[in-house]
């Protein structure tokens, strides 16, 4: 089992940045598929950016393309989410999930491991 926390979010202005971090504890995740989900107040949880265990191979919402950086350091177990051009749409509670397995992966459905949520709120 492993266990994920979430660190780096806040309050932000439209148009700042924010980095979010996802570090692993009780196994090593560097041959684990990462993500980034956020759930927005009265809606569903969605997919934000993946990247596979390499850090190779990124993909991202259309959202948040050209605005956000998923990346990973496996010496340190640990995953970010650099958000930059932060838009009020963008307040939501943002989840770090691992999948046991290469590739990258878009659908909450597919990983195996939470972390508890860390909070972004963008103000405009």
């Known amino acids: 089992q492993v266990q994920l926390v979430e660190s780096g979010g806040g309050q932000a202005q439209t148009g700042g940045s924010l980095r979010l971090s996802c570090t692993a504890s009780?196994?090593?995740?560097?041959?684990?598929?990462m993500g980034w989900f956020r759930q927005a107040p009265g809606k569903e949880r969605e997919f934000v950016a993946g990247?596979?265990?390499?850090?190779?191979?990124?993909s991202y919402a259309d959202s948040v393309k050209g605005r956000f950086t998923i990346s990973r350091d496996n010496a340190k177990n640990t995953v970010y989410l650099q958000m930059n051009s932060l838009r009020p749409e963008d307040t939501a509670v943002y989840y770090c999930?691992?999948?046991?397995?290469?590739?990258?992966?878009?659908?909450?459905?597919?990983?195996?491991?939470w972390g508890q949520g860390t909070t972004v709120t963008v103000s405009s």
């Open positions: 009780g196994r090593t995740v560097s041959s684990w598929a």
């Open positions: 999930a691992a999948r046991a397995a290469s590739g990258y992966y878009s659908d909450y459905t597919d990983f195996d491991s």
């Open positions: 990247i596979s265990w390499t850090g190779g191979s990124t």
